[in-house]
């Protein structure tokens, strides 16, 4: 593994962090989760995008740069290092894109990809249901054939659709062979939310924010231009999502790092780094776990780069940023004592940091796929 920075690459970060020097928002944006912050922070996506730094590594001709993943990483500790605000694109640009790249016929890509980079098209994920978490093939929203309108009707219901309320287009999966083995039966679908029998109903977190939603199909009709990969293949494409998301693009350690630094400036400020021998202990645990997980990904690009895809790996890293981001917060609450109830920055982000245990599959289950198939330990 080679950590030394290239001079372009060098280059590329100077430039980057003079522009981001000069743009960022002065100010925090309201939450990208509420109905007038999402719009706030699409008119922020369509600046970066202006500057072609809406998805730096794409090709040029979606609106990239074509940067390496290299590249991409510097990006990303120099966005948060500069205290940009949260990416509303993210579940479209992390997580849908990378597949879109591996299974989306031509057509599809010059489709979609553009205007998801200039924020003109936003994406949620339309996985869970009611009755379907963790065991996520246990879906039983429906797609059925009709041959003679060259297409599908969507059934069913999907929750827990993050910025549904606001997003113009979900990706979700659905049962299209109820006969096959649970796995073998799934279709991914790419779905304007606009779809005649598609009603999009919002509902508010615990935090206060509104952006989850629940979205309800009855005889929703989509043609099969927007199925994406091969039909009765969704569990594998939508495999190809959750890499992206438990993996390397979701959460890039350009974030902790940000966070954990953010937490050392607090310690001084609050003078505990010379009075409280225990605070300081977990402060500099904190950042060294920061530390840690940047090396990790390091050794991920380089992997990656030489063809050797993480595969069920990243589950590790999934737990390990999740568990990271509580301890940090965790950390700066108890710096702040009772005035952490008024000083919303670190409360919201703790808030916050408690669901990623939960969402993109939770701790538990990835437990479970850490231990049957990096470690190879027996089912029961
Ligand atoms: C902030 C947030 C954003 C989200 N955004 C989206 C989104 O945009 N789109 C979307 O589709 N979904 C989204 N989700 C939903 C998320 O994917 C589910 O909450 C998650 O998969 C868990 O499913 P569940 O809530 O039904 O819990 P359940 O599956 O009912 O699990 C309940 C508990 O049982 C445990 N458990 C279940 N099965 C096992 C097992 N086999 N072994 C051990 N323990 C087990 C779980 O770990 C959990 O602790 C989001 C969730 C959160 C919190």
């Known amino acids: 593994m080679d ?6 690459e060098q280059a590329f970060r100077a430039e980057l962090g003079e522009w981001l020097a000069a743009n960022v928002p002065a100010g925090p944006l309201p939450s990208g989760d509420t109905a007038e912050g999402f719009v706030r922070h699409l008119e922020w996506e369509r600046t970066l995008f202006d500057a072609r730094y809406a998805v730096v590594s794409w090709p040029e001709e979606y609106g990239g740069r074509g940067a390496s993943l290299w590249e991409w990483l510097i990006f990303e500790e120099e966005y948060y290092r500069a205290g940009a605000p949260q990416r509303v694109t993210q579940n479209g640009i992390f997580l849908l894109a990378p597949t879109i790249f591996d299974f989306g016929t031509a057509e599809q890509q010059d ?4 205007k998801m980079a200039s924020g003109e098209e936003t994406w949620c994920q339309g996985w ?3 009755d379907a978490g963790s065991d996520l093939a246990g879906i039983r929203s429906t797609a059925t054939r009709d041959d003679t309108a060259g297409g599908w009707r969507l059934n069913g219901q999907k929750t827990w659709t993050t910025r549904g309320a606001f ?5 979700g999966l659905f049962r299209s062979d109820p006969t096959a083995e649970r796995h073998r039966g799934l279709t991914y679908f790419l779905v304007p939310l606009d779809t005649p029998g598609v009603t999009v109903r919002g509902f508010g977190r615990l935090d206060g924010d509104e952006g989850f939603a629940e979205v309800f199909f009855e005889e929703a ?3 099969d231009a927007l199925v994406l990969g091969e039909v009765n293949n969704g569990w594998g ?4 999502t959750t890499g992206s998301e438990r993996g390397l693009t979701l959460r890039s350690p350009g974030r902790f790092l940000a966070t954990a630094q953010r937490l050392i400036e607090l310690c001084r400020e609050r003078g505990a780094d010379a009075s409280d021998p225990a605070i300081r202990h977990r402060v500099a645990q904190a950042y060294i776990d920061a530390e840690a997980y940047q090396l990790q990904t390091l050794r991920t690009v380089t992997r990656t780069l030489a063809g050797d895809a993480p595969g069920a790996e990243s589950s590790l890293t999934k737990v390990f940023w999740s568990e990271l981001d509580v301890r940090l917060h965790d950390t700066a609450l108890e710096l702040l004592g009772h005035e952490a109830e008024l000083e919303s920055a670190w409360m919201k982000g703790y808030e916050f940091a408690l ?3 939960i969402y993109a599959g939770t701790n538990e289950i990835q437990r479970n796929v850490i231990a ?3 470690l190879g330990l027996p089912r029961k």
Do not use: I, N
């Open 111 to 114: 489709r979609y990809l553009p």
């Open 372 to 374: 049957e198939r990096v």
């Open 355 to 357: 669901s990623g245990p």
């Open 167 to 171: 997003c113009t287009h979900l990706f």
């Open 3 to 8: 950590l030394t920075w290239s001079p372009s």
């Open 221 to 223: 009709f989509v043609p």
């Open 237 to 240: 494409v939508a495999m190809a």
């Open 128 to 130: 869970s249901e009611p």
